[in-house]
T-cell receptor, first 116, second 114 residues
Framework: DTGVSQDPRHKITKRGQNVTFRCDPI?????LYWYRQTLGQGPEFLTY????????KSRLLSDRFSAERPKGSFSTLEIQRTEQGDSAMYLC??????????????FGPGTRLTVT | AQTVTQSQPEMSVQEAETVTLSCTYD???????LFWYKQPPSRQMILVIR????KQQNATENRFSVNFQKAAKSFSLKISDSQLGDTAMYFC???????????WGLGTSLAVNP
């Protein structure tokens, strides 16, 4: 168990460019969540997957955002035509669902996006 | 809709003292769980303690304990014998429903002073 990993850790991009982030969950965790955290705020839910199926998307996830988890393992989050308001920390978390209980979500280190 | 409220943006405590962080929540679900997460400066989010809503007994993890008042929808975190390494943002979170997404408070920035 190597934990949740995210790549890159930091991304600086110019407004209008596209960016893609990757998340590798803990092996065999079938639930994967994306959150966005702006400075001084708590995380906000963006979307989640159960295996390869994207089951819910927040209204925060505009048409410029797309997330995939093609084989039910790693996930990518793409932002097209970035705007300065997209600057934030993007957090990925995973958890198992094959056991009942309040199993917490395990978080990655996050990808900090700065749009200039 | 679920909401989580943390009314203390910043707190400080002397090393070895005890501090309590407040959290209130609202949910229409009967089956839900509550969490306190810690986010040290420039480091990742880690779980401090969890509480199942159906359990009356307050959760305890070493120096960390909660005061869960279900009727009042209150879920406070007590840190005993505070250590310098406890300096961090502390977030209260709730999950409920089938999707189990976390709804978060705004956080409390805790500074432990030597």
């Amino acid at each position: 168990d190597t934990g949740v990993s995210q790549d890159p850790r930091h991304k600086i991009t110019k407004r209008g460019q596209n960016v893609t982030f990757r998340c590798d969950p803990i092996s065999e965790h079938n639930r994967l969540y994306w959150y966005r955290q702006t400075l001084g705020q708590g995380p906000e839910f963006l979307t989640y997957f159960q295996n390869e199926a994207q089951l819910e998307k927040s209204r925060l996830l505009s048409d410029r955002f797309s997330a995939e988890r093609p084989k039910g393992s790693f996930s990518t989050l793409e932002i097209q035509r970035t705007e300065q308001g997209d600057s934030a920390m993007y957090l990925c978390a995973s958890r198992p669902t094959w056991l009942a209980g309040p199993y917490e979500q395990y978080f990655g280190p996050g990808t900090r996006l700065t749009v200039t | 809709a679920q909401t989580v409220t943390q009314s203390q943006p910043e707190m400080s405590v002397q090393e070895a003292e005890t501090v309590t962080l407040s959290c209130t929540y609202d949910t229409s679900e009967n089956n839900y769980y509550l969490f306190w997460y810690k986010q040290p400066p420039s480091r990742q989010m880690i779980l401090v303690i969890r509480q199942e809503a159906y359990k009356q007994q307050n959760a305890t993890e070493n120096r960390f304990s909660v005061n869960f008042q279900k009727a009042a929808k209150s879920f406070s975190l007590k840190i005993s014998d505070s250590q310098l390494g406890d300096t961090a943002m502390y977030f209260c979170a709730c999950n409920a429903g089938n999707n189990r997404k976390l709804i978060w408070g705004l956080g409390t920035s805790l500074a432990v002073n030597p």
